[in-house]
């Protein structure tokens, strides 16, 4: 038997005869909840334990955190939602805070909704950030894989210097944490709401704890082998944006082949790197193209609205010699990398994938525009480094009878609707939404005022159904010019109002003065 598998056995046992000590139920205050533009709640907090491995229930504890948004007309037996966020690393109470919290504010209509910090994520015992800062994003593939081995290396070392139990940063680990959530919170069982990475460990709870899960939502699905991405994903919505781009005049017009373009620019590349000055003012404004850097910088750019409705116009002003555009994308993703961060390592690490999924990627990568730029720096990041890896039996396909909703954007690169598609071959009680035009993240629940109202009711006792959605299609750059005016209107746009109200007010009070003197 693999360490692994026993790993997962023992953790299994421990939870079935329940060998952790006796969990009191969880002790909320109050909490006013903030969020960045629809105004202040009240809500509750609480923080529970959970062993850092739960095969070890009397070993060392994390404290975990839980912001509960009480249900505003609560029905009798009415069944906790518990939301969790995507990354791996990000908060479940952070997000609420958000453009989105009109969804969670609808949810709790008649359900609590429980925000929940995962371990090693917003106020749930997150470990330092590593002390060595990386810059890759501007080297060549084999020179960024050794720089991030490296890196990697330093930082591993630190956290285990520092006592850091990176074992204890598993998928199965976190699955096992709502088991105790839902233990401390006296519920028989929750429903799970998962976005992104969120998804991947909903269906990890619904494998090894299916008893507690009532229903899921599923948005933006990242199946159990879907944690390192399919190269020519990249290139299927590269298609589908040059698509879009197509069927308009005036986007047709100025973006004639995108698809011919981007080969064309990395083909540049290729050849000969060249450096670039960003457009925005500030420090460390050039910057250094490489073939790789601008498939990173325009794999990573499809991946969100914002920043997709730009790659034609940084693509092809790319091809017309001016790299301004492109620079700051590639220098955007340098800064981003700054900082590798223990949670999100370990646990992509560790959910890893099969051998023919690693098989796939390689043979994609070879006719991919975009080679490796999409994984990049899994999986080599974690070669040689100890850390965990969870058995096969992780990533086989899922089998469920639980009522399960999977919504999807069929321009989201990071979680493609062809993952959902896989996933509902084995799940006896599911349904689709499918958007047409969405991205990723915000996409998935502001692109259409249907997505609340179907999440609503299936929350409230529905079936699951299939169901598609038409968004709106992202609003493609027109000019450099427009987008720099674009960035500057919102900062300048409050003090141009205070100067043009002031200017109108003069002009006014100088009309009145000179007509009480007859002038």
């Avoid at 000055?277 to 969100?304: D, M, N, Y």
Wanted: hydrophobic content about 45%.
């Amino acid at each position: 038997m693999s360490g692994s598998l026993l790993l997962r056995c023992t953790l299994l046992t421990a939870l079935a005869i329940g060998a952790s000590p006796a969990r009191a139920e969880l002790a909320f205050s109050a909490y006013r909840f903030e969020t960045t533009a629809h105004g202040s709640h009240d809500a509750e907090v609480a923080f529970f334990e959970v062993p850092q491995r739960h095969a070890h229930p009397d070993g060392p504890r994390y404290k975990l955190r839980v912001v509960r948004l009480a249900a505003r007309q609560p029905l009798p037996g009415a069944i906790p939602i518990v939301y969790l966020a995507g990354g791996p690393g990000g908060s479940g109470v952070g997000t609420a805070r958000g453009p989105r919290w009109p969804i969670f504010d609808r949810m709790r209509e008649h359900h609590d909704v429980l925000l929940f910090d995962q371990r090693g994520t917003g106020l749930s015992d997150v470990p330092p950030p590593c002390p060595y800062p990386a810059s890759l994003a501007m080297a060549e593939l084999a020179s960024a894989r050794q720089e991030a081995q490296a890196t990697a290396r330093k930082c591993v070392e630190e956290w285990r210097r520092q006592g850091i139990d990176l074992d204890s940063y598993t998928t199965l680990e976190s699955a096992a944490d709502l088991k105790v959530l839902q233990q401390a919170y006296g519920s028989a069982q929750i429903q799970l709401w998962g976005m992104s990475y969120g998804t991947h460990l909903a269906i990890a709870v619904l494998r090894e704890h299916p008893q507690i899960v009532a229903r899921a939502v599923l948005m933006g699905v990242e199946g159990p082998d879907d944690t390192f991405k399919l190269p020519l994903s990249a290139d299927r919505m590269l298609a589908r944006h040059a698509a879009l781009i197509a069927a308009a005049p005036a986007t047709r017009e100025r973006y004639p082949d995108l698809v011919g373009d981007t080969r064309a620019l990395l083909a540049e590349l290729r050849e000969r790197p060249r450096m670039a000055t960003r457009w925005r003012p500030g420090a460390a404004r050039e910057v250094r193209i490489t073939e790789f850097a601008a498939q990173r910088a325009i794999a990573q750019g499809l991946g969100h609205r914002d920043s997709a409705r730009r790659v034609p116009l940084m693509v092809r002003m790319a091809r017309e010699g001016d790299d301004s555009l492109l620079a700051e994308y590639v220098y955007a993703i340098d800064q981003g990398e700054g900082q590798l961060q223990a949670m999100p390592l370990v646990m992509d690490h560790a959910s890893g994938a099969s051998a023919q999924r690693l098989q796939q990627i390689e043979a994609e990568a070879a006719r991919s525009l975009f080679g490796h730029a999409l994984n990049f720096p899994y999986p080599e990041i974690g070669a040689g480094l100890a850390l965990p890896q969870l058995d096969a039996a992780f990533r086989a396909p899922l089998q469920s009878s639980v009522p399960i909703l999977l919504v999807s954007g069929d321009l989201d690169l990071r979680t493609p609707p062809e993952n959902a598609e896989r996933l509902l071959q084995h799940l006896d009680q599911a349904g689709h939404v499918r958007i047409a035009n969405a991205l990723h993240d915000d996409d998935l629940w502001l692109s259409h005022p249907e997505i609340g109202t179907l999440l609503h009711e299936f929350f409230a006792g529905a079936a699951p159904v299939d169901r598609q959605l038409q968004a709106a299609p992202p609003d493609y750059a027109r000019n450099a010019y427009a987008e720099i005016w674009r960035e500057l209107k919102g900062p300048l746009l409050g003090p141009m109002i205070v100067l043009v109200a002031t200017a109108l007010t003069l002009r006014y009070g100088w009309r009145r003065w000179r007509r009480t003197r007859g002038v």
